[in-house]
């Protein structure tokens, strides 16, 4: 086999391959004497068809088998022979096709993993938001459980309110007519909630119990039902109910139920969370300036279907996480298509940035140790509440160690760069006029 292989740009390899005669005439027997052992010609037995019969009746078939087992055996040989970082799969542009005793040649346009080197990675100069806590939110976040506890008890009121939930009855007419689906019994309705049609609500509130009020809407001209859409109503509503919210005290009894012993380590185990959440967010924040900032001072292609396998990625992940939340993507309109054609861009980027990183870390040496493998895996362990062999037995499989060591070395790179940047903290809203101006 003689294989040349042919620049076409920083992506992409043209590589054309010479198969001898010989070794065509071997494949080409022992495709057909494959196919002798199963073929079917009239007149003939099973196993005992001629050569020149066989030929006759079976050489496309012949032909294809042949072909087959010829790339195959040779792209993959060639792309190892000459250390090709192929990505994606091969496109065959010409063959000569096979004949006894001819030399088959081929030739096979791939596309390759660039070459980076890095420039103009250390000194960036980054900005990164100044965390500063705010005792208010951890007060929010606190009348936000308390408020998860509130139970609903029937009112000393006669007259509802936003923030009640009351129950009524009711029924729609539009032009006099009722429709299907504009009647309730013992309906509960939460005023405020924006649940109901536009209106609806505020003309509740304010009712007494047991009073029958005629309440006007008018549909929204996108209203699900076309029949009804842009249409006016009427719904003859009688309010059977009125119940209030009733909140706990914010006490050492109340955080109890939380599985603390007092409400200042509630507080606390709030805090705490609060921090670690806005700082991971903060650092997130930093290592995506960092690496548009290398984007854009390293320019280079990247090969199609490095893209398309990023895209299939993240429309994976935003998929699941839909799923997990019981929302469906084709319902809200999402398939791979429409989001490959809207974040195309953003994966092109993504790349970039695994590919500039991955490069710094070559160029700088940096290399996980195995104990930093260990320490990881423990953690992870202990996030997932789960025995550390079960971890380790999982992260002994190939690819997915090979996920785990790629993670930490970009991790290590990343604390390389900010380490080696000007990086200077300016509060939140700083960051964010520097946003809408630019």
């Given amino acids: 086999m003689n294989v040349k292989v042919e620049e076409i740009s920083s992506i992409a390899k043209k590589l054309h391959f010479e198969i001898g005669a010989d070794r065509v005439d071997q494949e080409i027997e022992r495709a057909f004497r494959k196919i002798g052992k199963t073929a079917k010609i009239k007149g003939f037995r099973p196993g005992k068809i001629p050569p020149s019969v066989l030929e006759q009746y079976y050489g496309g078939q012949m032909e294809q088998e042949v072909l087959g087992r010829l790339i195959n055996d040779t792209y993959f040989k060639a792309l190892d022979e000459h250390a090709i970082p192929a990505v994606g799969e091969p496109r065959i542009v010409d063959s000569s096709g096979v004949s006894r005793g001819q030399v088959f040649t081929y030739q096979a346009e791939i596309e390759v993993k660039p070459t980076v080197a890095a420039k103009d990675y250390t000194g960036i100069a980054l900005r990164k938001e100044k965390f500063e806590l705010d005792p208010k939110l951890i007060d929010g976040r606190l009348e936000e459980l308390r408020t998860s506890r509130a139970q609903l008890e029937v009112s000393s009121r006669d007259r509802a309110q936003t923030g009640d939930s009351v129950i009524i009855d009711f029924e729609g007419f539009v032009d006099g007519e009722s429709f ?207 025995p550390l062999e079960m971890v380790q037995k999982y992260y002994a499989g190939a690819e997915a160690r090979e996920g785990l060591l790629a993670q930490i070395a970009e991790e290590k790179v990343v604390r390389f760069l900010i380490d080696n940047a000007r990086v200077t903290e300016v509060p939140r809203a700083a960051l964010e006029e520097g946003k809408a101006s630019s």
């Fill in 180 to 386: 299907e689906g504009g009647k309730a019994e013992d309906f509960v309705l939460e005023l405020g909630s924006g649940s109901l049609i536009p209106g609806f609500e505020e003309q509740v509130a304010g009712m007494q119990r047991s009073e029958e009020k005629d309440v006007a809407v008018t549909f929204p001209e996108e209203y699900g039902q076309k029949t009804l859409a842009g249409k006016p109503a009427t719904f003859r509503v009688v309010l059977k109910e009125i119940k209030e919210k009733i909140v706990p005290a914010l006490d050492d009894e109340f955080a109890k139920g939380f599985g603390v012993e007092s409400l200042a380590e509630l507080r606390a185990q709030l805090e705490g969370s609060y921090v670690a959440q806005e700082t991971g967010r903060i650092d997130n924040d930093l290592r995506e300036r960092l690496v548009r900032e290398l984007i854009e001072r390293n320019s280079f292609e990247v090969p199609a279907a490095m893209t398309a396998k990023q895209l299939e990625y993240m429309y994976s992940n935003i998929s699941n996480r839909m799923r997990s939340q019981g929302l469906a993507p084709e319902v809200l309109g999402l398939n791979p298509e429409n989001f490959a054609e809207r974040y195309r861009d953003t994966a092109v980027d993504q790349v970039k940035g695994t590919l500039l990183l991955e490069a710094i870390g070559k160029q700088e040496g940096i290399v996980v140790e195995d104990g930093e493998i260990e320490g990881r895996l423990e953690e992870i362990a202990k996030m997932a509440n789960a």
